[in-house]
Every structure is written in structure tokens, then in C-alpha cells.
């Protein structure tokens, strides 16, 4: 079925050399960082992880969103998903993608990826984390690929897909989950030691994931044929908007349990990232961005009448991702790590060849899903057309 992402329309062509030249850009930058190390980067010895692990970070979560669709679909036998579903699993597999290529471009010499496999440590949740998504990874692309080959024979999926749907389900929940135990499990930095940290992430994901489908869903029925219906965006919708509200109670829980309790270690970082510290606060702007954003969506997402309005959804759903992409792509890693220990700060911002590469994995993501939405597309379509025959 691969074939069907060598055709389309000039447009088509265009967004792909458009992203072949982003991934050229980036590649050549990530040669000038392979010859003189992570020096050219922003990050520092206070600051270990910067811009690459941030993106991980978030991307993790857009990954692990696939679930809100599939436990409808699948469990609750919700059909009006049957045509988004699968968009959900690929978008998994163009973001579990990503998640990798950041973590391969921030281990600095590449070759340590074997360090993984070849010296495995169960006691390390790094071991685990790899584990988790490289098996996600693995789930999604079977899945997805095999309910559309499936599809397109006019079959029902092979009895074995249907175990290993159960099974991505815990597993999307595991491969945040233990993202955040890589965060929550660090004594050293209190602005991540906390016991809600997963449940952050698991909100954050399940609003942020569902808002990138809906865009792309929208994006899908304006350019092609293929119609993902308006109840299933309407439904994702919802998900969003009850995500959203959950996210932004649990980040109020944790500034009242900093500035009630009057902890140093936690207070500090909050401190940085929204009002400054000790003259300090180049994130400052860019938090409060996210504030207004998250703010922005919240009003439109619950409102039935903007939701309901697929031109206000859309900026709801734009203003939810990009709120959050700043929030956890962003504040989340660098705001624990400022202050530091002893309580000096080193302030970090991405180099240009860091973001340029960091534009190039974005890019490979991106080429990844519009091949795979190509060839899920041009099988709806061509069913669409035998239907119509008939």
C-alpha cells in the first residue's frame, strides 16, 4: 500500500520537498554537532537537558493520546471513531518517532543508543522508558497496518490484531507514566518531586494529543476527499476540553502546595518561570504565553457554542497545543533545573543549529504521518469510489 504515497497533487509534492529541506537543514546541522559535541548546543552542566528532551518529552504524550480513541472504539464499541481511529495510531507512530530521534540526537554520539542493548540496566527507568516506546512503536504500526490492509480487502481484521489492541492500551498509558518517573523519581530537583507528576502528564497528553488529531483531521477533510465526520471531531472535541480542565487543576494544585507550604526548592522554580528570579527570567514571557493560551482555550472549549463552531474549535485547539507545548516542551525540563541545588542559576536557550535540528525531527515526524495519512486516505477513498460504483 506504500505505493499510493508516491501520487498526488502538486500541493502534495510541495508540503514534501518543503519537509525534505527542513530534514537537509537539520541533518547538516546535527553533522557540524556529531564533529564538535553538544557544545554547540544551549545546554550546559547546570542544565543537562534542554530542547531535545523537552520535545521528548511532550511528543511522548501526543503518542500516548492514541488511547483516548482506541478505548472508545474498541471497548465501548463507539463506531462513530471508525474512521479517526486509525488516524489517532499513526499519529502515534510519526510521534513515537520523533521521541526517539530526539533522544538519539541528544545522546550526543549515537553509538551509546547500543549501550541500551548491549548493557542492559532494568534498574534504570531510562532502560524501561526505551522499552515502553520502542513497543508502542511496534503495537501501533501493526495495528494500524493491518485493520487498513484489512479495510481494503473489505475484511475484518485478523483475530491476532485484536489481543494486541488490548494490549496498546495500558501500554499508551505506560510510556507516559514512566516518562514521568524519569522526572518525579529525581530527589535532587523538588520541582519534579511530586506524586502528581504522571497524572500532569497523562492530562496534558490527553489534551494535547486529541487537539494535533483535530487540526489534522480538519486539515484532512478540507484537502481530500475523506470525510473523518463531524461527530468523531465533536467527540474529540470533549476529550480535549475535559483533558484541558484536568491539566490546568492539577498545575493549580501544585502552585498552591509550593507557595502554601512555603517550600524553597519547589517555590523557586515556579518562581523563575513566571515572575523571575534574582534578575533572571528569559522563559518568563513565554510562560505567561501559555497561561493566556491555556486560558483562551479553556473559554472556548466550554462554551457549547464555540466548541460547537469548528472555526472557534480549531483556535481552541491550537491555543491548547501550543499552551502546552510550551508548558511541558518547555518550562517543565528547564524549569527544574533553575535554581539549582545550590540555589545559582545558569539560564538556558536553545543555539540555532540545536533548534534547526530540532525543526528537522519535527519534520521527520511530520513526513512520516502525511505518507501514512496518504496511503490511509487514498484506500478510504478508493472504497469510497466502489461503494459509489455500487
Request: charged share 10%.
Amino acid at each position: 500500500m506504500l505505493e499510493k504515497a508516491l501520487s498526488g497533487s502538486r500541493r502534495y509534492w510541495t508540503w514534501i520537498i518543503i519537509l525534505l529541506i527542513l530534514i537537509g537543514i537539520g541533518f547538516i546541522n546535527y553533522l557540524r554537532q556529531f564533529k564538535l559535541g553538544l557544545g554547540i548546543t544551549g545546554m550546559s552542566r547546570d542544565v543537562s537537558w534542554g530542547f531535545y528532551i523537552s520535545q521528548f518529552t511532550f511528543l511522548v504524550g501526543v503518542a500516548a493520546s492514541a488511547v483516548m480513541l482506541v478505548i472508545p472504539y474498541y471497548l465501548h464499541n463507539y463506531k462513530k471513531f471508525s474512521k479517526i481511529v486509525i488516524l489517532g495510531e499513526f499519529l502515534a507512530v510519526a510521534s513515537v518517532t520523533m521521541c526517539l530521534l530526539f533522544i538519539f540526537v541528544d545522546m550526543g554520539q549515537p553509538m551509546r543508543i547500543l549501550n541500551v542493548i548491549l548493557h542492559p540496566t532494568p534498574n534504570s527507568i531510562l532502560f524501561w522508558d526505551a522499552l515502553v516506546l520502542n513497543g508502542y512503536l511496534f503495537l501501533n504500526i501493526v495495528i494500524g497496518w493491518a485493520t487498513l490492509h484489512a479495510e481494503k480487502k473489505g475484511i475484518p481484521p485478523a483475530p491476532w490484531v485484536k489481543p494486541l489492541i488490548y494490549i496498546s492500551i495500558p501500554w499508551a498509558i505506560s510510556i507516559h507514566t514512566v516518562t514521568a518517573f524519569l522526572y518525579a523519581g529525581l530527589p535532587g530537583r523538588h520541582f519534579w518531586l511530586t506524586a502528581i507528576m504522571a497524572a500532569r502528564f497523562l492530562a496534558s497528553a490527553f489534551a494535547s494529543g486529541p487537539a494535533l488529531l483535530l487540526i489534522v483531521a480538519l486539515l484532512v477533510r478540507k484537502y481530500t476527499k475523506f470525510d473523518p465526520g463531524r461527530e468523531p471531531i465533536q467527540a474529540v472535541g470533549k476529550i480535549v476540553t475535559y483533558a484541558m480542565i484536568t491539566n490546568v487543576f492539577f498545575f493549580l494544585l501544585e502552585i498552591f502546595t509550593a507557595f502554601y507550604s512555603n517550600i524553597p526548592g519547589h517555590k523557586h522554580s515556579f518562581e523563575y518561570l513566571f515572575a523571575g528570579y534574582e534578575g533572571y527570567g528569559k522563559l518568563v514571557p513565554l510562560m505567561w504565553l501559555s497561561i493566556i493560551l491555556a486560558i483562551i482555550s479553556l473559554i472556548l472549549l466550554i462554551n457549547p457554542g464555540t466548541r460547537k463552531n469548528e472555526k472557534t474549535l480549531v483556535i481552541a485547539a491550537l491555543a491548547v497545543f501550543f499552551s502546552l507545548w510550551i508548558d511541558k516542551g518547555f518550562g517543565l525540563v528547564i524549569g527544574g533545573f533553575i535554581p539549582n541545588p545550590f540555589e545559582t542559576v545558569t539560564e538556558y536557550w536553545p543555539t540555532l543549529p540545536e533548534t534547526f535540528i530540532t525543526i528537522g525531527v519535527w519534520a521527520i515526524g511530520f513526513l512520516i504521518l502525511t505518507i501514512l495519512y496518504k496511503v490511509v486516505i487514498s484506500v478510504r477513498e478508493s472504497i469510497g469510489n466502489l461503494e459509489a460504483e455500487h
